[in-house]
């Protein structure tokens, strides 16, 4: 009869508590849906004598209703708006003068909706970057990854109006630097495939379960820590793409002067809280983007992104001996190895200061030595040597090795380099250049390796660097994997030390067949110059030493 009692009781307590929330749904008044909804729309710079607008696509929509809370604007490329305000511009980016259907959803309390349909009649777009959307999808679908191998694959520099605001001048990612963490590892598994879909670019990123999240943004993850970190997070959903025209404060010759905007918050692998990416540079294999952190937008972010998987095949294999000169015999250079070049030549095209003379390189105790020296020859105050392989010693693809100590001194511009070996008939940078190892005294440590061909030669070369220290102090060993598949820059301390990645370059003798033919050997301490600099006036000599030079395949 007690549990009886009991069980009363709760039914009584429960009738009136939920009695008492029915009073209290009451006190927020009527359900009642968005009404008197009224869409308008303003074409951006229409006027008379340019009824369709101003040629960027932009349209200010406007959408009013009563009870409205929030509205969604829906799209017919597949993006969508929802915002507060009923106040959104949209920028339409079909080439050409067209009109688009617009359907609003006005929401009410409690989720109740009304929805209405606008057409935006003859706006016209006059930006069109076909180029850059058959580079980035391939004429129908690529997918991109993180060029883990190379410096600054990741980075980070200032935002400002004018100065370094097109490359990462504060923060550069080592070569697959985010490959030994568990907070970062996941970045390298990123897989961005862009597919073209009519007029639409269609965009979907697989992140293998989990984002590399900015400090800033791990909340968004679910996380709570305060630094940057890997996180699980869906990336499944597919985006649309739009490419318009850059707003940033690069300046022309840096920047393609297109960025891509993603719709539904879509972003390139890591997350800072943007869905704009500037696209500095973009050929079939490579692409470099530049995006403002959301939160912080004295930020600029740099991503470097490729075709080859950085977690794909390990490099080919040349093992075989087929030419080498190791520098054992006292004299001059070996006469049936090496060709001397004489003179200054021009400048030889960098507006170089040194007269090259055979006197300037000599061997002895194991070792080739090219010495440039202040002193005046010729009409120049300076000497040193080049010498090369050409008609002597001709290959293509193998792997190539130098030993060598570097010079030091400002001005000083030592080189191991290729060049096409047809570049009399296919003048430069046609025939092609292949910097194995480039140095500057005036940046001490830092070896570059570049490659040259047409529009990617001189200042916007195709280049990467990498801090390497004591170079000028003892021997590094330098190398070139260079196959019709691949071309890759080393560093290393020994012979079988752990090598430093400089760069990575994806080879094709169909897209990029300025490295598929025979190049001849090249070595020099080049003066001053465009990439020498200021040779300091205290410089009497300093010599390049080179143990060996090898090349297998």
């Not at 679908?141 to 410096?151: G, H, L, P, Q, T």
């Not at 539904?264 to 692409?287: A, H, K, V, W």
């Not at 290729?418 to 910097?435: F, K, Q, R, V």
Request: charged share 15%.
């Amino acid at each position: 009869m007690k549990k009886a009692l009991n069980i009363l009781g709760s039914l009584v307590l429960l009738l009136t508590f939920a009695w008492g929330c029915q009073d209290d749904d009451h006190s927020f008044g009527e359900l009642t849906a968005p009404s008197n909804m009224q869409l308008s729309y303003e074409i951006v710079g229409k006027t008379d004598q340019n009824p369709n607008g101003d040629g960027s696509g932009n349209v200010k929509l406007t959408a009013k209703a009563d009870n409205a809370i929030t509205y969604k604007f829906l799209f017919p490329d597949g993006t969508s708006e929802v915002n507060g305000t009923g106040l959104f511009t949209k920028r339409f980016t079909t080439t050409g003068i067209h009109s688009y259907d617009v359907t609003v959803i006005a929401t009410g309390r409690g989720g109740v909706t009304t929805t209405a349909q606008i057409t935006v009649e003859d706006v016209l777009s006059t930006f069109n970057d076909p180029v850059t959307t058959q580079k980035l999808t391939g004429g129908a679908s690529k997918i991109w990854y993180w060029a883990a191998s190379e410096v600054g694959h990741l980075g980070v520099g200032p935002n400002t109006a004018d100065g370094n605001n097109y490359w990462p001048e504060w923060y550069q990612a080592q070569p697959f630097e985010k490959a030994g963490s568990a907070t970062s590892s996941c970045l390298y598994n990123n897989k961005l495939t862009f597919t073209l879909d009519g007029n639409f670019i269609r965009y979907s990123l697989d992140n293998g379960g989990a984002t590399f999240f900015n400090a800033g943004y791990v909340s968004v993850g679910g996380g709570s820590q305060n630094e940057d970190t890997c996180l699980p997070y869906n990336t499944t959903a597919q985006k649309t793409v739009s490419l318009e025209p850059a707003g940033s404060v690069v300046a022309p010759e840096h920047t393609t002067g297109t960025q891509m905007k993603f719709t539904d918050n879509g972003f390139m692998g890591y997350y800072i809280g943007t869905s704009t990416y500037e696209i500095l540079q973009i050929t079939d294999n490579r692409m470099v983007v530049r995006a403002v952190q959301g939160n912080n937008t004295a930020l600029a972010w740099y991503h470097i992104f490729t075709t080859q998987d950085p977690n794909g095949t390990p490099d080919p294999s040349f093992n075989t001996l087929m030419w080498s000169d190791e520098f054992n015999t006292d004299g001059a250079p070996d006469a049936s190895k090496w060709n001397m070049e004489v003179g200054n030549n021009n400048g030889w095209g960098n507006n170089e200061q040194q007269y090259y003379r055979a006197e300037n390189a000599t061997v002895s105790n194991g070792t080739l030595k090219i010495t440039a020296k202040k002193e005046n020859f010729s009409g120049y105050a300076y000497t040193s040597a080049r010498m090369q392989t050409h008609n002597k010693y001709d290959f293509k693809y193998g792997r190539v090795v130098f030993r060598a100590k570097l010079p030091s001194g400002g001005g000083t511009w030592p080189a191991l380099w290729a060049l096409g070996s047809n570049y009399t008939t296919n003048p430069w940078p046609s025939c092609g250049e292949i910097d194995v190892m480039e140095h500057v005294g005036n940046n001490q440590n830092v070896i570059h390796s570049t490659l040259h061909y047409p529009g990617n030669s001189g200042g916007n070369a195709n280049t990467s660097s990498a801090t390497i220290a004591g170079v000028s102090e003892g021997f590094k060993i330098y190398e070139l994997i260079w196959s019709a598949d691949v071309i890759k820059f080393y560093v290393r301390d020994t012979e079988t030390g752990t090598p430093t990645l400089i760069k990575q370059f994806a080879n094709s003798a169909t897209t990029h067949p300025y490295f598929n033919w025979n190049f001849f050997l090249i070595m020099n301490v080049a003066m001053g110059g465009n990439m020498g600099g200021n040779i300091d006036p205290a410089f009497t000599q300093s010599t390049l030493e080179v143990d060996y030079v090898r090349v297998y395949q």
